[in-house]
């Protein structure tokens, strides 16, 4: 497996892959891997010649007060997982490498960026896009995977591909859980083993709507009604947000239907979580 820390190590490693004729699959992540990370690269796997794994804590997407410093990492640990999976690159760049000295250019997806953790988060979305929109440059990958917990996030970018044109498809691998049905998340390694109890909370809220719906309610009021009720059980958990959405344009839905989104966000502690399902 090739590690490399530039952006021209990358691009060699890359114009060897095309040159070879081999189909490039990219996984981009902020590193403290998990099973959910190991099930993008083995999608990509399935999919693909060569993987490419880009490890990259982007301050840009992080708020003044959110968790930049604390936010885990451990590189080492990661490398070897993904040798171990079987990944070819690993591209681990420098903040400066990634954003130069002056750098003032970003991409902006409006309206879709100022929805779920976009309203909470101002800035969040643009962060996330101008990163990935600099992988995408820099790997020209043929296809791209993201994971379903991160549901506004594929919007804003599925929006990005096809308003900025780029020749990349994106593939969304489903939320993987943890056996109590609490989503994988590199944060879960903040959480205390009381706050990680508190946590359950919220795949029961998203289940119990999930029940509801299929007895036949689609009015998403009662819908969050419901929800709310369950999320009252943990009055430690301070939730940011459960709504349902269309899962497009992340706008809210009176009238729920099949493949509407149901989304929501809370601190647990001190850690920030999401999760989702669509219905």
Avoid: W
């Amino acid at each position: 497996m090739l590690v490399v820390r530039t952006i021209a190590e990358a691009r060699q490693a890359c114009a060897r892959f095309r040159a070879a004729g081999k189909s490039l699959g990219l996984v981009p992540t902020m590193g403290a891997l998990h099973a959910g990370h190991l099930s993008l690269v083995r999608a990509a796997k399935e999919s693909c010649d060569a993987v490419a794994v880009s490890i990259f804590v982007n301050p840009t997407q992080f708020g003044p007060k959110e968790d930049f410093s604390s936010y885990p990492r451990v590189f080492e640990q990661d490398c070897q997982t993904l040798q171990a999976a079987g990944v070819d690159v690993v591209f681990a760049p420098s903040v400066e490498e990634m954003y130069p000295p002056g750098a003032s250019t970003f991409v902006e997806v409006e309206g879709l960026s100022d929805r779920l953790d976009g309203a909470s988060r101002p800035g969040h979305f643009r962060g996330v896009a101008t990163v990935v929109a600099k992988l995408f440059h820099i790997f020209a990958p043929d296809v791209a995977f993201f994971g379903q917990k991160d549901a506004a996030q594929v919007a804003v970018l599925r929006r990005m591909v096809r308003d900025l044109r780029f020749a990349v498809e994106l593939k969304v691998c489903p939320t993987m859980r943890e056996p109590d049905g609490l989503a994988m998340s590199s944060r879960n390694r903040n959480l205390s083993e009381g706050e990680r109890r508190q946590a359950l909370v919220l795949y029961r809220a998203l289940s119990a709507v999930e029940k509801r719906f299929q007895g036949g309610e689609v009015d998403s009021g009662k819908l969050i009604g419901e929800a709310q009720r369950i999320l009252k059980e943990e009055p430690g958990v301070q939730v940011e947000y459960f709504r349902v959405v269309d899962p497009e344009t992340l706008e809210d839905v009176a009238d729920v239907s099949p493949g509407s989104l149901v989304a929501v966000a809370a601190r647990v502690g001190a850690t920030r979580l999401i999760d989702n399902l669509l219905l």
